[in-house]
C-alpha cells in the first residue's frame, strides 16, 4: 500500500507541474471580441474570444444569423469549452484579425463526436480529412475577418476550437498518429495476452475482460477521430461512442466479480456487484433505443455512478485485505491521475496539450498492463491449483491402492476364522474365543480403514457447507475437554485438562464441527499411541493474537527427523509401527486449521511422549 501512495504521490507532482504550463493563447492578452495574430505565435485558441447563440428551434439560416437584431444576442463564451448534452444548435462566432505575413490558417475542433458541424465566412476555406474536424481558410493579412460555426450533436457540446498554422498542424497531425499508432499497438498487446489467457484457462473472467479492452479501445478509436479518419462519416459517432463505453462497464462488473471472488469473500461488495450487473444492460438498451430523446445525462449520470461503484468495491476489497484488489487499485489510480487533464481541460481548467490529449488512453493502458499482470498471477494460481488437484487424486489413487492392500490380509483372516466356524473345525472353547477375538480386532482394522476413506469427503464437503459461528473460545473449549476426558477415560487413559481464565471472553469465528474434529482427531491420535493407564493432557491458552490448543500425550514420541513429514497424508507408509490407519488424521487436522486461518504444528522427544498445537485467530 505504501508503494501505491509513492506512486500517487509522484503522477500528482506530474500533474501539478503541468498545470502551471502556459496556454497557447493566453486570454489576458488579447481584447473582448477580437482574436489578433500576432507574428510570433503559431496556434490559439479560439475559445476565448467566441461567442454563442443558442438556436433552440435549429431554423435559422447564416443569412439569418448575420442581421442585426440576432447578431446582437451573441454572448462571450470566456474561453468556456463544455456545455453538457445539448439539443439545440449551437451557432459559436469569432472575429480574427491577421496582422501576420500568413494567409493560410487550420480551424481545427478537438472533438470528432460532434455529428453536425458547418462552417461560414465570407473567405475561402476547405474542409481538410483528418482526425479531427478542421478547415484551411485564408484570412488576409491586416484584415478581420468574422467566423461562424454551426453545430448540433446528440451527445456532449464539448468544442475545444484551435487556429493552427499549416506547418503546425501537420507537425500536431504527425505527432497524433505516432500516439495512436502506439497506443494502439499496447492495446493490441493486451488483447493477444488476454486472447492466450483465454484460450489455455477457459476462464469466463478472461472472456469479460477481453469484451471490455476491445470495447473500450473501439471506443477510443471513435474519440480520437480514427474513424472519421478512414471512412469520413460523421453520423451516430456520439451514440456509438457511448454505446461501446457503456459495454465496457457493463463487462467489468462481472469480470471483477469474479476475480475479487466477491461472491465467496466480500458479500456486501457482492451485493453491489450483482445490482449494477442488472442495470447496465438496461442502461446500454436505454441509450441505444432513446438517445435522441433526451436520456443522454441521465445515462451520463447512471455510468459515473457505476464507475464510482466499482472503484468504491474495489478500494473496500483492498482495504479488507485483497491482495488482487490493491493491484487494482494502483491500476485505477493511474488512469484517474492520467485522465484527469483530460476532464479538467475540457472544463477549460487545464491547458490543452499532449499530455492532456493523450493521458488517459495511456494512463488506460497502464491500467491494463496491470491488470494483465494480476491476470497472469491469477494463471499461475489456476495451475498450482491444477497441479494440488493432481496431487490429490494420485495421493487418493495410492491411498485406495493401500487400503486395498491392508484390508485384504484382515479380511482373509476373517473368511477364515468364519469358514472355520461353519465347518465346525474348532472344538475348544479357549480356542474359539480367542479367533473370535482376533475376528473381531481384524474387523476393527477393517472398519478403521474406511472411517479414514468417509473422512477425506466429509473434510472436502464440511469446507463448503459448514457456516461458521461466533463463539467464547475459552467457554467451548471447556465443554468439549470435559466431553473428550470422559471418552479419553474409556479407552483405559487419565485426562488432564486446563482452560486459562483469559479465553473465557475471547471470540473466535469458526465451523464449530471441524474444529471439534480438530480436536478429536488429535486426542484419537494421543489415545493410540499412549501406553495403557498414560496420560492425555489438554491446554487452551492465549497465544499472541490467537487461541492455542495443545494435546500432549506420554507415548513413545516421534523422530525429529519425521516431525516436518507427519501432517502430510500417507505420512505413515513408510514407517514401520503396528498401529492401523494410513496417516490421514493428522493431515485432516492441517487442513482444516490452515482453512481457518491458524497454525498447527508438533514437538517431541523420543522416549517422553508428544505435543500436538493449534491455533485458531481472534475475532476482531
Known amino acids: 500500500m505504501r508503494k501505491g501512495g509513492v506512486i500517487a504521490a509522484l503522477l500528482y507532482l506530474i500533474v501539478g507541474i503541468l498545470l502551471i504550463q502556459p496556454s497557447e493563447a493566453s486570454a489576458a492578452e488579447a481584447q473582448k471580441g477580437l482574436l489578433e495574430l500576432p507574428n510570433p505565435q503559431h496556434a490559439y485558441s479560439l475559445n476565448d474570444r467566441m461567442e454563442l447563440l ?133 492495446i493490441a498487446i493486451v488483447i493477444v495476452f488476454v486472447l492466450i489467457l483465454l484460450f489455455f484457462t477457459r476462464d469466463t473472467a478472461f472472456l469479460y475482460y477481453l469484451i471490455g479492452v476491445v470495447s473500450f479501445g473501439a471506443s477510443n478509436f471513435i474519440w480520437n477521430g480514427l474513424e472519421r479518419t478512414l471512412f469520413g462519416s460523421d453520423h451516430l459517432k456520439s ?77 473496500w476489497c483492498a482495504f479488507k485485505g485483497s491482495r488482487v484488489a490493491v493491484f487494482f487499485s494502483i491500476a485505477m489510480l493511474t488512469t484517474v491521475v492520467f485522465g484527469m487533464p483530460k476532464i ?98 481384524k474387523v476393527l482394522d477393517v472398519y478403521r480403514y474406511i ?10 464437503a464440511s469446507a463448503e457447507e459448514e457456516q461458521r459461528e461466533i463463539v467464547r473460545f475459552g467457554e467451548w473449549m471447556e465443554s468439549l475437554f470435559h466431553e473428550f476426558s470422559s471418552d479419553i477415560e474409556q479407552a483405559g487413559m487419565r485426562c488432564e485438562y486446563r482452560v486459562e481464565p483469559a479465553l473465557r471472553e475471547v471470540e473466535v469465528h469458526v465451523q464449530k464441527h471441524a474444529i471439534k474434529r480438530v480436536l478429536a482427531n488429535l486426542i484419537d491420535n494421543a489415545c493410540k499411541y499412549s501406553p495403557k493407564n498414560g496420560t492425555v493432557k489438554l491446554e487452551a491458552s492465549l497465544d499472541d493474537r490467537s487461541a492455542r490448543v495443545t494435546v500432549g500425550d506420554n507415548g513413545p514420541g516421534i523422530e525429529a527427523e519425521h516431525l516436518p513429514l507427519i501432517f502430510n497424508r500417507l505420512s505413515r507408509l513408510e514407517q514401520t509401527d503396528d498401529k492401523p490407519g494410513q496417516g490421514i488424521g493428522l493431515s485432516i487436522v492441517k487442513e482444516i486449521v490452515d482453512r481457518h486461518g491458524g497454525t498447527v504444528w508438533a514437538d517431541s522427544e523420543p522416549g517422553e511422549g508428544s505435543r500436538f498445537y493449534f491455533t485458531i485467530p481472534f475475532r476482531y
Open 239 to 315: 451514440a456509438v461512442h457511448h454505446l461501446l463505453v457503456y459495454i465496457t462497464i457493463w463487462t467489468f462488473f462481472p469480470f471483477f466479480r469474479k476475480i475479487l471472488d466477491t461472491r465467496q469473500r466480500f458479500f456486501p461488495a457482492d451485493i453491489v456487484m450483482r445490482v449494477f450487473m442488472a442495470l447496465c444492460p438496461v442502461a446500454t438498451a436505454a441509450w441505444a433505443l432513446f438517445y435522441r430523446h433526451g436520456i443522454g445525462p441521465y445515462v451520463s449520470v447512471f455510468e459515473l455512478t457505476a464507475v464510482i461503484a466499482i472503484i468504491a468495491v474495489i478500494l
Open 54 to 186: 443558442v438556436d433552440d428551434s435549429g431554423n435559422l439560416s447564416y443569412e439569418e444569423i448575420l442581421s442585426p437584431d440576432i447578431s446582437r444576442q451573441f454572448k462571450a463564451i470566456h474561453g468556456q469549452i463544455a456545455f453538457g448534452f445539448q439539443s439545440s444548435v449551437h451557432w459559436f462566432r469569432v472575429a480574427v484579425r491577421n496582422e501576420t505575413s500568413n494567409d493560410t490558417w487550420i480551424v481545427q475542433m478537438d472533438n470528432p463526436l460532434i455529428e453536425h458541424i458547418q462552417f461560414y465566412s465570407t473567405v475561402e476555406a476547405k474542409p481538410l480529412r483528418g482526425n479531427y474536424p478542421a478547415y484551411e481558410v485564408k484570412l488576409p493579412p491586416g484584415e478581420t475577418t468574422a467566423v461562424y460555426f454551426r453545430l448540433a450533436t446528440e451527445g456532449e457540446m464539448t468544442i475545444p476550437f484551435k487556429l493552427l498554422d499549416p506547418l503546425t498542424y501537420h507537425d500536431t497531425q504527425t505527432k497524433y498518429y505516432f500516439f495512436f499508432g502506439l497506443y494502439y499497438g499496447l
Open 344 to 441: 479538467m481541460m475540457s472544463y477549460g481548467l487545464f491547458p490543452d496539450n499532449t499530455f492532456a490529449n493523450f493521458g488517459m488512453q495511456f494512463g488506460s493502458v497502464v491500467d491494463f498492463l496491470l491488470l494483465c499482470f494480476v491476470l497472469y498471477n491469477r494463471l499461475l494460481l489456476m495451475q498450482r491449483e491444477k497441479d494440488r488437484a493432481r496431487m490429490e487424486l494420485e495421493v487418493r489413487t495410492k491411498l485406495l491402492q493401500n487400503i486395498s492392500h491392508d484390508i485384504r490380509a484382515p479380511l482373509a483372516y476373517v473368511l477364515g476364522g468364519v469358514e472355520a466356524f461353519m465347518q465346525r473345525l474348532i472344538h475348544d472353547p479357549e480356542r474359539q474365543d480367542r479367533m473370535l477375538n482376533h475376528i473381531h480386532q
Open 451 to 460: 472411517q479414514e476413506l468417509s473422512q477425506l469427503g466429509k473434510l472436502e
